[in-house]
């Protein structure tokens, strides 16, 4: 098994910044990916940011020059840095990791449980 535990997510007024953290434990050989998602009242669930091991990103058009993902391999934790936060910015967040679990070796998707990020003034 394998959990992710996420921080950094709250209030802030437009235009300002938050940090988001996702640590993974457990039985990981090795994570492929990580990636931060998130979902607003009646929407569906969306892309942000992802990072592969090989470091190549992928982030959403709303949020490229604002948001920032990056990972620390040796903590197993995903950031992403959040910028010039806007109203359409407000959602829970998840983290999500495309992990190779031991003893399998087989690569499974866990999500985090959500940050609540709320942006008003």
């Known amino acids: 098994q394998v959990q992710l535990v996420e921080s950094g997510g709250g209030l802030v007024q437009p235009g300002g910044s938050l940090r988001l953290s996702c640590a993974a434990s457990g039985s990981i050989f090795r994570i492929n990916a990580m990636g931060w998602y998130r979902q607003a009242p009646g929407k569906q669930r969306e892309l942000v940011a992802d990072?592969?091991?090989?470091?190549?990103?992928n982030y959403a058009d709303s949020v490229k020059g604002r948001f920032t993902i990056s990972r620390d391999n040796a903590k197993n934790t995903v950031y992403l840095q959040m910028n010039s936060l806007e109203f359409e910015d407000a959602a829970v967040y998840y983290c999500?990791?495309?992990?190779?679990?031991?003893?399998?070796?087989?690569?499974?998707?866990?999500w985090g449980q959500g940050t609540q990020v709320t942006v008003s003034s």
């Open positions: 999500n990791a495309k992990v190779m679990t031991l003893p399998t070796l087989f690569e499974f998707d866990y």
């Open positions: 990072i592969t091991s090989g470091d190549s990103i």
